[in-house]
Every structure is written in structure tokens, then in C-alpha cells.
């Protein structure tokens, strides 16, 4: 079974800061994916990035950062440089490989981004 | 390229009726995924098809149910509606579900779902 774990609810960063959301996950699955969406109040879901579980670098895409420690099944998120317009929802997600499988999301975090 | 698109944008239904939420997946996209979101609450995996058959599904009572079409868009039926029912559904699609490639899901924007 998978499992993801989003322990923060909610979290506010100061303009222009960094900030880190936390993911930590369980899988049994030897392959997987870890993915984070973006969930603005008007509802729609938006892909962030994606890190494979094979993956040597942990990937990036323009702000935002997944730093993966496979050892610690974690799968943080960093936003650099906060915009007012990241204040969103943040999901972890997570696919195991093969087929029949399903993602799992976390339950979320609610980043509050202050001028 | 057009993105997910679901239909209605909105749907407001009474106790006891059913309702019916339409997702057309991108083009070339054979896997679409639904999930309930409720008021405060992550998502929730309901159900899996792919070249339309259903692959997976989450822990929903059967009053939960769907289809794919041969064109791969899909529908999302929930009978006997309940006041716990109302939450946004997404649908979301991505290239398939087999072999070890692990692809993202495109969400489309929701269907917003309130039974009174």
C-alpha cells in the first residue's frame, strides 16, 4: 500500500523567501514517481515537478526544487523566492510502476504567502 | 492543445437524485482518473479507467460509478446522492497506465458538486 504523508496544514512565508513544504511517503513499490501540485482557490490542479524514485539529481523546475532523500523516503518541496502568487494549496503525490496503480495524494498544505 | 475539460462547471442536485459529471481527456491521453475533493480535504482517489476499462478503484461505495467511452472521454455517475456527496470532483488524464513509465496526470477544473 502507499501511503503520503503532508504533516504541515498550513504555512506562511515572506515574500521573496524560500520556503520548504514537507512530503514524507511509504511504498513497498521498488519503482515510483513523486509528484507536487499546485491547487490555486479557483481549483484547478497544476503540476509542479517530478522526481522518479531511479533519479540521480533531484529534479528542478524554474522555483521550485524537489529535494528527494530516498534513504528517508522524504520529498520535500522548495519554492525560491516566493511570489504572492504561490499562495495555494500544495499536494505530494505519489505512483507506484507497472499498471493497476493508482496515486496516492497527501492531504496538503496551505501556503500563505505574506507582502 | 486543448486542456482536460469537464462538464458542468457546476451542479446542484437534491438528496436521493443522481448526478452525472462529463470529462473529456487530452488528445492522445487514454487513462482518466477521478477523484473527490471535500470541502478541506486532499484528494480522493475514486476511480481508474484505461482503454476503457476500469483498471482501479478507491474505497467508495458501488452508488459510485462511471464509464469510459471508445473516444476515451468519461463519466462519472453517483446515484442515491447524499449530503456528504457534495465536493468538487476532478478528472484528470495522462498518456497510459502501462509499463514503468511514470507520467504526470492533467486535472482538468472540477465539477463543484453540492446536494441539498
Known amino acids: 500500500a502507499q501511503k503520503i504523508t503532508q504533516t504541515q496544514p498550513g504555512m506562511f512565508v515572506q515574500e521573496k523567501e524560500a520556503v520548504t513544504l514537507d512530503c514524507t511517503y511509504d511504498t513497498s513499490d521498488p519503482s515510483y514517481g513523486l509528484f507536487w501540485y499546485k491547487q490555486p482557490s479557483s481549483g484547478e490542479m497544476i503540476f509542479l515537478i517530478y522526481q522518479g524514485s531511479y533519479d540521480q539529481q533531484n529534479a528542478t523546475e524554474g522555483r521550485y526544487s524537489l529535494n528527494f532523500q530516498k534513504a528517508r523516503k522524504s520529498a520535500n518541496l522548495v519554492i525560491s523566492a516566493s511570489q504572492l502568487g504561490d499562495s495555494a494549496m500544495y499536494f505530494c503525490?505519489?505512483?507506484?510502476?507497472?499498471?493497476?496503480?493508482?496515486?496516492?495524494f497527501g492531504t496538503g498544505t496551505k501556503l500563505q504567502v505574506i507582502p | 492543445e486543448a486542456g482536460v475539460t469537464q462538464s458542468p462547471t457546476h451542479l446542484i442536485k437534491t438528496r436521493g437524485q443522481q448526478a452525472t459529471l462529463r470529462c473529456s481527456p487530452i488528445?492522445?491521453?487514454?487513462?482518466v482518473y477521478w477523484y473527490q475533493q471535500a470541502l478541506g480535504l486532499g484528494l480522493q482517489f475514486l476511480l481508474w479507467y484505461d482503454e476503457g476499462e476500469e483498471r482501479n478503484r478507491g474505497n467508495f461505495p458501488p452508488r459510485f460509478s462511471g464509464r469510459q467511452f471508445p473516444n476515451y472521454s468519461s463519466e462519472l455517475n453517483v446515484n442515491a446522492l447524499e449530503l456528504e456527496d457534495s465536493a468538487l470532483y476532478l478528472c484528470a488524464s495522462s498518456w497510459g497506465a502501462w509499463g514503468a513509465r511514470i507520467d504526470e496526470q492533467y486535472f482538468g477544473p472540477g465539477t463543484r458538486l453540492t446536494v441539498t
Open positions: 488528445s492522445g491521453h487514454t487513462s
Open positions: 503525490a505519489m505512483r507506484g510502476s507497472g499498471g493497476y496503480q493508482k496515486v496516492t
